[in-house]
Every structure is written in structure tokens, then in C-alpha cells.
């Protein structure tokens, strides 16, 4: 039997629908493990949404055992609302990684576009057929777009292991502090 060199968790964070996607690297080839999303529009308020990203990020790690954490980091818009309840979401899946010790690493939107498809703009369909194709996969296994981008995001940090552009590392709660000090209260 084949051991695996590495398990790659990705996460889309998100408020309305959450991505995640899992695979191993065996002697360099990927092959994917598992794709999911939490659906969280059904959830009454912010609060219990985090708690269910929380629960289901310590979930899916309690199942896989990733050795890293690559998370989509949240892209600037208009609406300050919006905004906020994507970096609280995307905060707690930082928090249950890091209460695992896991290490975790960040990717803006368009260098995951640009990993997987060669184009910092490239649609989300875009990304989903070429993770189809390097990936080898004869359908793809959820309706959701959000899953796929999950999956999209441990692709670009299996691709982009050993390079540090545009990337932000932690190994804990104490290297996540120091990095961002304006955090701090």
C-alpha cells in the first residue's frame, strides 16, 4: 500500500453556503477524497451559523486527519455587512483548525483562479471543469459551486507548497497573533 505524503483540507468560507473540499498527495499525483458543503441559509441567526461552521470543521478534521488547513481569505466588497459575516465565518473554521494544531494558509480568490485555471478571473464553472479534469473526474460530485471552490482552494495550496506569494501561514494561535496584531483588543 501506497502511503500518503499528505492530506489537504480547502475551505470556501462562507454564510449561506460553506465549501469544503479534501485530498491526499501521493508521490506528488493528487487524487480527491471527499467534497462537502454546509448549507446554513436554513439557520435562524449569524450565531448559529458559526456554530455549525465550527462543529463541521472539527468534524471533518476529526474524520481526515488533514495535515494543513488552506482557507479562501475573504475578498474586499460594497457591503460592510457582508463582509463581516464572512470573516467571522471564516475566523471560526480558522479557530477549529488551529484548536487541532493544524496548520493553516490563506489564498486570495484570484490566485486559486489562477493556480487551477491560469486566470485570476476566471468563473466559478471555469474552475469546477478544470478541477473535473485534473482531478480525473468523470462527473462532479455536488451541485454546489461553493464545494468546489473548497476544492479548488487545497488544489492551489498543494500547488503552491513551498512558495510563500500572497499567502498567509499559521501554525497556532501564537504565529496566527503575531501575524495579525490588529486583531488584538
Not at 472539527?58 to 475573504?74: G, Q, R, S, T
Not at 489564498?107 to 482531478?135: H, R, W
Not at 476544492?151 to 500572497?166: K, M, P
Request: aromatic share 8%.
Amino acid at each position: 500500500m501506497v502511503s500518503v505524503e499528505k492530506i489537504i483540507l480547502g475551505i470556501d468560507p462562507g454564510t449561506a453556503i460553506m465549501g469544503f473540499g479534501l485530498i491526499s498527495v501521493k508521490k506528488g499525483k493528487m487524487e480527491m477524497i471527499s467534497i462537502h458543503e454546509l448549507i446554513l441559509k436554513k439557520y435562524p441567526n449569524h450565531e448559529t451559523k458559526l456554530k455549525y461552521i465550527f462543529d463541521k470543521t472539527l468534524a471533518l478534521i476529526d474524520e481526515f486527519h488533514p495535515d494543513e488547513v488552506a482557507l479562501e481569505a475573504p475578498f474586499f466588497g460594497k457591503n460592510v455587512q457582508s463582509m463581516l459575516k464572512l470573516g467571522r465565518a471564516q475566523g471560526v473554521a480558522i479557530a477549529a483548525s488551529l484548536h487541532r494544531n493544524i496548520p493553516i494558509t490563506e489564498y486570495s480568490p484570484k490566485k486559486i483562479k489562477m493556480a487551477i485555471t491560469g486566470n485570476g478571473n476566471a468563473s466559478k464553472e471555469q474552475v469546477a471543469g478544470m478541477l473535473k479534469s485534473l482531478l480525473n473526474l468523470k462527473e462532479f460530485p455536488t451541485k454546489y459551486l461553493d464545494a468546489s471552490d473548497g476544492l479548488a482552494v487545497a488544489v492551489c495550496h498543494h500547488f503552491n507548497s513551498g512558495t510563500i506569494a500572497d499567502t498567509k501561514s499559521y501554525s497556532g494561535w501564537d504565529s496566527f497573533l503575531k501575524q495579525n496584531p490588529d486583531r488584538l483588543k
